[in-house]
């Protein structure tokens, strides 16, 4: 009768996912080191432009970081004008100031001259905010600026 | 007794604990964009009394609320400002600079030191425009400068400076920062912005 059994061997094994977490924590590892916190949460469109003769910004810890932009999709009640955003909130033009100094004086003595504000603006923003801005920072004496925008070309944005 | 072998300990959820973390992290954290174009801005204090710049000495880029450029008077496309910018600023009309390789007109810059590119926005510019221009105008010095580095020292500018600032670059830095300043010498970065 052992005729009509069914014939064992033929079914094909069970995947062997032994090495499944490895990959996992490979992939984790890459993602802790690539990678920084979020320091501030956006509630403007981010949307950074295209230029292709950057210099990187090498002190991360020197650097204070003013965004501009419309807000974005939960903040529609804030109108759709750009505005400025400092640390986790919106800001007016008026409040630059008492940020730098709020950033200054966490900052250890002999650093605060090589400070540099970093612009993340949005590419659709208007020039006139960031001219407010400007004037603002002329004002308080923090004349390194850098546009933070995207490397590629600014002719075709890639 | 016989001794009793120990249980395996079950690793089959170390993935899905791994895959938690691995989310977690891909939630809170970004890669940070850390490069962009650096620019300083003028001191409050305005100077007494009025530097005289010749007419010919400034090279006026325009840019209108409709994102428009007008350059030295005349319309132009964004592409074609940088070989504008260049042929200004190599122009060396006084023959007083032996490196330029400009035209020598004498009705355009005289030489590096004194051609000033002078850029004015409106409010209405877009951010977008105004970062196109910007780069333009930088990378027409950074390309004159690259050629006048490649002519003394048979390296381009942008490969020093990039050198300059790698820490893990093996050669002399000193030497360099000597070279680097003297190509910031010869073409030196005058755009001024009017308010």
């Known amino acids: ?158 | 007794m016989a001794k009793r072998a120990a249980p395996e300990v079950n690793a089959g959820s170390m993935a899905d604990i791994a895959f938690l973390l691995l989310i977690f992290f891909l939630v809170t954290t970004t890669i940070e964009v850390d490069s962009g174009i650096n620019r300083k801005l003028p001191p409050m204090e305005e100077s007494e009394e009025d530097v005289i710049i010749k007419q010919k000495n400034i090279f006026t880029v325009l840019l209108n609320g409709k994102d428009q450029l007008l350059v030295e008077d005349e319309l132009m496309e964004l592409k074609d400002l940088r070989a504008a910018a260049k042929e200004f600023l190599d122009n060396g009309g006084d023959k007083s600079c032996d490196y330029c390789k400009g035209k020598k007109d004498p009705a355009s810059s005289d030489n590096p030191d004194k051609a000033i590119i002078s850029l004015k926005n409106e409010r209405e510019t877009s951010y977008k425009q105004y970062i196109a221009v910007q780069n333009e105008l930088v990378a027409a010095y950074n390309d004159l400068r690259d050629a006048r580095a490649l002519s003394l020292y048979g390296k381009p500018f942008t490969e020093m400076e990039a050198n300059y600032k790698d820490v893990n670059w093996p050669g002399n830095k000193d030497a360099l920062k000597k070279k680097i300043d003297q190509i910031k010498i010869d073409y030196p970065q005058k755009l001024s912005e009017v308010q």
Do not use: H, W
């Open chain 1, 1 to 158: 009768m052992s005729k009509f059994k069914k014939k064992k061997g033929g079914e094909i094994p069970a995947v062997n996912t032994a090495a499944l977490p490895d990959i996992v924590f490979m992939l984790l590892f890459f993602f802790m080191v690539a990678t920084v916190m979020r320091q501030n949460t956006l509630k403007i469109e981010n949307n950074l432009p295209f230029a292709d003769q950057v210099e990187k910004l090498d002190k991360k810890d020197l650097v204070m970081y003013i965004y501009a932009g419309k807000p974005s999709q939960n903040y529609k009640q804030f109108g759709s004008v750009a505005r400025i955003q400092l640390n986790d909130d919106f800001a007016s033009v008026k409040d630059i100031a008492s940020f730098i100094a709020q950033e200054r004086a966490s900052k250890r003595e002999e650093l605060v001259p090589f400070l540099t504000t970093a612009l993340k603006v949005d590419s659709d923003a208007n020039m006139g905010l960031i001219g407010d801005i400007k004037q603002e920072l002329r004002k308080v004496n923090a004349l390194k600026i850098n546009y933070t925008t995207k490397k590629g070309s600014v002719f075709t944005g890639q």
